[in-house]
Every structure is written in structure tokens, then in C-alpha cells.
């Protein structure tokens, strides 16, 4: 099984939606949970955007271990600055620096031409590397791109340090066979390719954004960009929990994640919340609808045997099959152990705040659902968030 590393971008391109914006503790209590989830690369920010912004990067370098922080910039000295100084606390990071290489852009965004864009990615590139190693490029509008410029640019950026090369589909516009075969060009074209991670970033204008990342990485991308539920400019990006289910089922791909995938729900539901964006009932893994069964035909079928209708098994993504119904009667056990089920591991100062407001939302509530529960731990935890000075 080949590795593909899970970039979620949640908190940087899926928090750029209008209505979206976290504060710094809410992106640092997302951060821990993303670190728990398995994610391999955790984009925090795009530090000059805001001081802010900055300050998140920060945050979540301090706060975080296991995942690679990443943070954005432009090809722009100042960016780039700006963005090393706000990973200077993290164990592990990556600059992700870039310039648009459509023809499109470069003539009507930059009113440029393709050697002084290319100039400027390598002495980005050049600047970054000499601050931090890990270095991602990103050719953005690589979807409408001009082959033969794109593989030069890609095969410029790496022989000058880039380690990581993101191909977005900017704007959604590819279907999957011509995105599956930009990659593949690349892989044919670019002769210094074998040194970098190649890397499908994929929007969903026609919601083909899961189709084409997988297309990326069945002709040879070994990092997928994503995030939770989908969320992104405009019509988002490629969702984390369905290429990692669509990677997980077809064990034919010769591809595996490291992500738990036990702890999709819960990741799922808890960005929902905090991000005040609703799932659509129907949305793929995440959906409330996505296991449940309606017709009689079908109801029975899954009856008999699950998998005549069902190609997940629910557990698998974290949804819990046998439940205790909690009520303003139940314990701390029950509650301890309902938070577990949900993937939350309580510590005991924790359960007993969590305990105290269980009851006042149980006395108050017959229906004491996952989401409340997830709510209320969310918000005890983004409210005791303390930023450790270092
Ligand atoms: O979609 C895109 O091109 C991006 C880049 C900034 C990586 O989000
Ligand atoms: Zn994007």
C-alpha cells in the first residue's frame, strides 16, 4: 500500500467561507482534534492576511505536535517572512508559497508574462527554503493551465528546493480524466519529479472535487489537500472523510491514509458547529441521511444482511450502533462513557464541568443528541484554551 499524506486546509481555504471565521481558540481546540483525527499536515493560516491570522499559526504551532503546521504566503518576500515567523514555535513546518501560472492569470490577474512569473516562483522559492526546509509550491489555476508551462514551472520550483508541488484546480473547472491526466504529464514531462510529493488540491464548482483528487492520485499524487465537510471557496473543496472512505473501500487503489477513521463524525460535527455551516442531509459519510434507509425494499435488505445496502459500516466512521439514551437521571459514568463513544476521552476535571452543564441542558431537554454533547464539550474546551506563553 502506497501512502497518500491528508492536508486539511479547513482551518486556511475552508475558513476563507463568509460566516466561517474562528477566533484563535477555536482554531486551536479544531487543530488538537485534527491532530487526533490522523491528519498528516494541518494548514493553519495565511499569516500576513491579519494579525489574527498570524496569531492562529502561532497558537497552533505551540499547540500541536504529531502533523506538519503549514503555514500560506504568496510569492511575495513580505508573505514569506511573515509566514516563518508565525511557524517559529512549531516542531514540525512547512512554508506553502505560490503564484498563479494560468494564462489567464498571468495576463489578466498579474499583467505579466511567463518568464518574470517564473523568476518570481524560483526566488520564493529560494527565500523560503533559506528560512525553513519544507517546502510547498502551489500553481495556482494549474486546472487551466498551459502544460508545457506548468511542467516547466514544477520542474523549476523543484530544482530549486520545493519538496511538496500542489496542482489546484483553482476554480473546479477540470473533469476527472483531463485532471488525472495533467498529473500524469506531469509525471511523464517534468524530469526532477521523483524529488518532490506531488499534490492534488481540488475545488468543486461541478462537484467533481473527491473524483478529481482521486483521479490525481491513481496517476501518481501522494498528498491530497481537503477539509471537513467539504468546506471551501465557493462551492469547497475536496472533502477529507470522502476521499479517505473512497481510499479505505477500494482497497484496489493500492492506497491507504493514516486518518482514525472512527473520529470522522465527531470531527464532522464539531466543525459544523463551530463554523455555523449546516450538513446537507444527503452529504456523502457525514450526512444524517447517509445511513439511514427508508424505503421497505431496502429497509429489509439491510435487515438481512447490512452490506446489501450499505457499502460502510457506520462504526467505521464513527458512528456508534448501540447507545445509551442519557436523561438529567443519568451518572457520570454514562456520560464518561457516551463522550468516549464520541471519541472524546475526558479528563476528570473535565467530566465533572461537563457533568454540572449536562444537567442543566438534560432538565431543560428530552433529547440530549451527539451534536449537544459534542457542543458542550467544544465550547468547555475553546473557553479553558489558555495560549502558553513561551
Ligand atoms: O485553490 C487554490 O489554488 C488555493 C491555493 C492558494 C493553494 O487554495
Ligand atoms: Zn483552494
Not at 31 to 60: C, H, N, T, W
Not at 248 to 257: F, V, W, Y
Not at 287 to 312: M, P, T, W
Not at 329 to 355: C, M, P, V
Amino acid at each position: 500500500m502506497d501512502k497518500v499524506y491528508v492536508f486539511d486546509t479547513t482551518l486556511r481555504d475552508g475558513e476563507q467561507v463568509p460566516g466561517c471565521q474562528l477566533n484563535t481558540a477555536e482554531k486551536v481546540v479544531i487543530a488538537k482534534e485534527l491532530e487526533r483525527l490522523g491528519v498528516d499536515i494541518v494548514e493553519a493560516g495565511f499569516p500576513i492576511s491579519s494579525p489574527a491570522d498570524f496569531m492562529s499559526v502561532q497558537e497552533i504551532s505551540k499547540a500541536i505536535t504529531e502533523p506538519v503546521i503549514c503555514a500560506l504566503s504568496r510569492s511575495v518576500r513580505k508573505d514569506i517572512e511573515t509566514a516563518a515567523e508565525s511557524l517559529k514555535y512549531a516542531k514540525r513546518k512547512r512554508i506553502h508559497t505560490g503564484i498563479g501560472v494560468s494564462d489567464f492569470h498571468i495576463q489578466h490577474k498579474f499583467r505579466s508574462t511567463h518568464d518574470k512569473i517564473l523568476e518570481q516562483a524560483i526566488e520564493a522559492v529560494k527565500f523560503a527554503k533559506s528560512l525553513v526546509e519544507d517546502i510547498e509550491f502551489f500553481c495556482e489555476d494549474a486546472g487551466r493551465a498551459n502544460l508545457p508551462f506548468l511542467a516547466r514551472m514544477v520542474e523549476a520550483v523543484i530544482a530549486n528546493g520545493a519538496t511538496v508541488i500542489n496542482i489546484p484546480d483553482t476554480t473546479g473547472y477540470c473533469l476527472p480524466q483531463d485532471y488525472g491526466g495533467k498529473i500524469r504529464y506531469l509525471f511523464e514531462n517534468v524530469k526532477n519529479i521523483h524529488k518532490a510529493i506531488i499534490s492534488v488540491h481540488c475545488h468543486n464548482d461541478l462537484g467533481l472535487a473527491t473524483a478529481n483528487a482521486l483521479s490525481g492520485l491513481q496517476n501518481g499524487a501522494r498528498q491530497v489537500e481537503c477539509t471537513i465537510n467539504g468546506i471551501g471557496e465557493r462551492a469547497g473543496n475536496t472533502s477529507l472523510e470522502e476521499v479517505v472512505m473512497a481510499i479505505k473501500t477500494h482497497q484496489e487503489l493500492g492506497l491507504e491514509t493514516a486518518i482514525k477513521t472512527q473520529r470522522i463524525s465527531t470531527m464532522s460535527k464539531m466543525v459544523s458547529s463551530m463554523m455555523n455551516m449546516p450538513i446537507q442531509a444527503n452529504k456523502a459519510i457525514v450526512g444524517a441521511n447517509a445511513f439511514s434507509h427508508s424505503s421497505g425494499i431496502h429497509q429489509d435488505g439491510v435487515l438481512k444482511k447490512r452490506e446489501n445496502y450499505e457499502i460502510i459500516d457506520p462504526v467505521d466512521v464513527g458512528i456508534p450502533n448501540n447507545k445509551i439514551v442519557l436523561t438529567a437521571r443519568s451518572g457520570r459514568a454514562a456520560l464518561k462513557h457516551t463522550f468516549a463513544t464520541l471519541g472524546f476521552d475526558l479528563s476528570n476535571d473535565e467530566l465533572e464541568i461537563a457533568y454540572q452543564q449536562f444537567l442543566i441542558i438534560a432538565d431543560g431537554n428530552k433529547n440530549i443528541t451527539d451534536q449537544v454533547l459534542i457542543d458542550l464539550i467544544t465550547n468547555l474546551r475553546v473557553n479553558r484554551e489558555e495560549f502558553t506563553k513561551v
